[in-house]
Structure formats: C-alpha cells, structure tokens
C-alpha cells in the first residue's frame, strides 16, 4: 500500500529519533492517528489538555537535549499549545508542534473552528508554517526540525486534513545539526584581555546559566584556579552539586543571601551561559567576562567589559590555561560564612512545628531532600514553590532541578512530571506544586495514572497564591485576591486512581515519604504548610521594606473594618 502525506510524517519523525508524541487526537489529526496506530516505534501520550501537552514536549526537550514534540487539532487544540510553547521559546527548547487544520478548498470562510493558526503561532516559535500540498510537506516539515533543533526553540507546522490523506512524494531526509556539533571559541586576543582582568582581580565571582550545562568540568576548575564562589540561576541549579566548595547559592529574588553578598562585593563578574534578566542584582562596578555562543545576548543584560562569545566548553577550555592560581580564599571564605548567617537561619532553616499545627514548607523540602534518590529528577512548578526549592533542595551530582525558568507559568509540573517518568522510567520523579499550580493543570493526574507512572506528586497547600502576596505586598499593598478553597488532594488522588496522603504536621512526614516512596502508582501528598510563612527575600531595599509595613497596616485596618 502507497504512504500517505501523514505516514511520511511519522517515518520522518521515526527517523529523527522520536520516541513519544504528547498531544490530544482531533478530526483533523484522524490521519496521523491511524498513521501512528500502524506502527510501533512513536508512543501516541494520550493528554488531557494540550498545554500539559506542550508543557511535556518542552520538559523532554530541556531533560534530553532533543527533539520533543505535540500535535493536537484546529482550532481550540491548536490555542491550547501557546502557553507550553512560549516557555520553550523563552528557555530555547527544540520542540516541533504539529497542528491539524481545516481542509484546503475552505480555510478562510470561517468554518467552525477555523483559526488563524499562523498568525496565532508566530510570537512564541523560531518557524511557523501551513503545508500548501504533498509536495510541500517533506520539505516544510524538514525545515521545521532543522530550526527548532538548530535555532533552539518551538517549531510549528500546520496541515490541513486532506492534504494528510494525499499521497506522499519521495523524499529523502537530511539529518540536522545543532550547537552541540558545533566548537566556537573567541579569537585570542580576547581569550588574553579577559584573562588578564580574572587574574587582576582578588575578589572574582562565577555566574553560571543554562548555557553552561556542558561546561561542568570547566566551571569546576575555573571556580577552583579562581578560589571563585558559585552562584548559579534558578535554572542551572542542577549543573552543579549544592554539595560544591565554592557553590554559594542562587542568584536574584529567588536567591540566596550569600550569592547577594558575592556578588555586591566583588571586583570581577565572570559570566558563563546565562542571561539572568535582573540588573540590580548585578554588580554595580565591576568588570564583567561574559561568555555566550550568541553574541546578541553579550552585555543585552549588563554591561559586558570583556565580551567571548563562542560555546561555553571551548571558550571555559581556552580561558583556563591563561589563569593564575589564586592562593587568597579569604572572600570565598566570607561568602560561604553569609550561608550561616542569622538572615539565612531564620528565612530557610527547617523547623519542627507542633502536633496539629501546620508544617513549615522548608522543613517538608528539607526531609524530600534527605530521601530522595541520588539521580531523582525535582521537576518544579512555579511560585512560592521554587523559592523554597531552590534554597532547601541540595541538588547532587546525578539529580535533575528544571522548572518553567524565564516564562515562570504556574501550572507546568504536572505535564513536565509526566514528561520526565516517561524519559527516565527507572528514576524518582517528584512535581513539586504549589496548591494554585497543581489546580490549574490537574487535568493530566489521571494521565499519569492511565500509563502507570510512578510519580509523586508533593502539593504545597497553603490557599493562597503565596508569591503574588509577596509582591502585593512588595508594592505597599494589602493583600486581595489570592485566597481560595481547595479540594482534599489526597481523596481526590485516589478518585482519579492514584494513591493519595495528607501531611497535616511534622510528625507525619517521614512515614508518608517513606510509604510514598514505595508506591508503583501515582502519589498525590496533600501539604498543609503554614499559610503564614515569610518568605524573606535575599536582600531587603528600604523602599520595600517600608512598603511591607504599609501592607502590614493596611491589610489591618482593611480585617478591622470588614470585621465590624
């Protein structure tokens, strides 16, 4: 039997390497279903909803380094996409979105659910494109990948449904290629120019981003020649272990106190793969080494005094030989002293809380950390959630740290938890969520337990949308509209199939983590954490100290008078 427009896409897709599509089937996708039914190499990952969908494909995509991809239908399936693909676009994941369209002989009479797909599609993609017939296909569907995979970001491609059904014309696929095939280092004059300004200075400090993840063995010995402290971005917390001599925490509002202090009083900022967004967290004075294989993103966040752009590797490889040890630790020292510091004590230790009371959320991560496996994968739902996270987890060498980093949407933990069991079968996956998070994307619970994964999933339950209070009030407001009611997560686990449990106080963590642990089904654990937990920013300006207080008196006088 001749193949089809639809069987060509999936022997494509097949030879690329494509293990699993996420996504939801649709008429206009009806061809492409019975395409992949007939064979036996792609997993068709039946979603409920096609932004865990996308947010799926886009976590593959940052676990594994390839290709992942989703498909859904016109209309309502296609929008639903947009949310999971900004974040790809925004922390450059290849992903391949493939959406059906209404047929060729009606597109633009407003049929029912007949949408601008290319219009809606063209913000949040490195390529978008509608197939215009069978011969179009291999090539439109070629470039797609190549993009996606070589521009590092979301690719779509529209079809409608008859050209799907014609059939297919011969065509032999190119392999493609990204910046991992690819060494780019900075010419030598400058490699000599940025040495001279590390080997200058006494007090250096390493910024590492996602940008550096094949830059570890590099970043250790620039840190050690350097006697330089480590701060990472909330997204390349896992390239590094927690466990480092010279790892001093996260960068910016989500960060540490110690990181702060590095990087307010050093006289050297080297940065390596990151493009952390927050100028006041910068140095103000210091000379700054930027390395990024993209030379646009040099000096786009802060000045850049020494400019290398080339791969982290290379250019990390280059720099190294041109060091001088440095024998003076006396400022990593100082930074490493600001992790014991009073403001850290009291802002993340784990405390026990009383019998009936609620349990403070760094006590709950801090216990997490303790019994979870040594290459468990942590995939994080934005919030509160990933401030406590980032400061409690102690990532180790084989562990994973990823969340929804520069689009930071609440709702991407469960689609990537799903995403992430399905990768790594055989490793420990947690989704931590915030109640708020967790909500918006339950959809896809009975997902993981139609395909049996063993995740747990770990609710933050507070009622509250706790990160937006923080910058209500950060604003000098009080607090309004984040309160809700929630459900019982843990009997609503077992509705839905999985095996739930509920933490009301610190006496019932171990034995649930435990129990959680050795489950072969979903797990939903239900943390009631204390709703009235600070969560203390690094550093405290005196501008939002002072609007704290007004919230405090406002939101008092506001519960006064609604109470009279």
Known sequence: MSKNVSDQIVQILTELGVKRIYGIPGDTIDSMMESLRKQSAIDFIV?????????AATAHAKLTGEIGVVAACQGPGA??????LYDAMDDRAPVLAITGAIGTDVIGTRMPQETSQIKLFDDCTVYNQEVRSAENLPRVLERAIH???GMQGPAHISIPSDIMRDAAVAWTFSPPVSWNDIEMKPKPHLIDAASAVLNKAKKPVILYGEGSRDAKVELDKLATTLNAPLVHTTRSKDI???????AVGGIGLMGSVASHYALKNCDALLIVGSQFAWREFYPESAPVVQIDCLPAHIGSRIRASHPLPGDSQATCAALLPKLTQKTDTSFLKSCLKENTSLHTKISFDAKTSKKGEPVHPQAFMEKLNEKAADDAIYMVDAGSITIWANNILKIKKNQRFVWCANLASLGNGVGYAIAGQFTYPKRQVFALCGDGGFQMSIADLPTAVMYKLPIIFVVYNNSAYKFIELEEQGEGNPVFGTHF???????????????GFTVNDYSEIDSVLDKALKQKMPVVIDVKINPDELIIPPVLETGKMVNFVKAQVKQWFSSSTQNK
């Open 485 to 499: 009611c929630n459900p019982d997560y843990a009997k609503l686990a077992e509705a839905h199939g999985a095996i």
């Open 79 to 84: 929008n639903h996409l947009i949310n999971g």
């Open 47 to 55: 979603m409920r909803h096609e932004e865990n969908g996308a947010f």
């Open 240 to 246: 590094i272990p927690d466990g480092h001599a010279n």
């Open 147 to 149: 993009k996606a995979i």
